[in-house]
């Protein structure tokens, strides 16, 4: 069975829009772990336009489940994920012009930065993951790497507007969940995901956790944290 990490980024971005101190990600974070998240994410950007470095720090002493760091590849970041010691740390591409992160990495490319900066980490007794998009030649590189687990972009398929095109992606998907498992990974997924989307990619299996923020926190703005929490919980445990 899945597990759901909850991501609070865009709690803090309402924050930030007018630069006060509500509503709070800690408190968010909180009321996600009631309603049964087993897990809470952050990407703390180079650009700080959201989470803040006291959010890390704060959510690293009070949350009671698991604390996911996501964050780009650099001296920078790796400094403050091996004095917060989150549970896992996720890799993710970042350029400072996108309003989300727009695919994943290419570990390929990147290659020695990307085994100096998880050998770092997992240093750390720090668990490394890998943002990457379904594509074989990047999971093969994330495992030559010394990656612990890969992270699915699921953009693609969300994204995708036909069914044929959707159909293909979620193929993808479940060819990248077999090829990590037989490289010894684990799987992760998010991006994009949400009430209507996801059940399709739960049902492929193979896959530990999602990692669900945006429409999580869209869905809170209506009805209220717990319960959104508690409905995306929900579908990712129905067989």
Known sequence: ??????????????????????????????????AGAEGITVHLREDRRHIQDRDVEVLRKTIQTRLNLEMAATDEMVGIALKILPDSATLVPERREELTTEGGLDV??????????????????????LFV?????QIKAAHRVGADFIEIHTGA???????????????????????????????NAGHGLDYRNVRAVVALGGIEEFN????????AVLVGMERAVREMANLLREP
């Open 212 to 219: 669900i923020g945006h429409s999580i926190v869209s869905r």
């Open 1 to 34: 069975m899945a597990r759901l990490g909850v991501n609070v980024d865009h709690v803090a971005t309402v924050r930030q829009a007018r630069g006060g101190r509500e509503p709070d990600p800690v408190t968010a974070a909180a009321l996600a772990e009631l």
């Open 133 to 137: 998009d379904p594509d074989l030649e």
């Open 157 to 187: 398929y969300c994204n995708a507007d036909t069914p044929k095109v959707r159909k293909a992606e979620l193929a993808k998907i479940e060819a990248a969940i077999r090829a990590a498992h037989k490289l010894g990974m684990g799987v």
């Open 108 to 129: 390929s490319h990147h290659r020695h930065l990307l085994k100096r900066q998880t050998e770092l980490l997992r240093q750390g007794g720090i668990v490394v993951s």
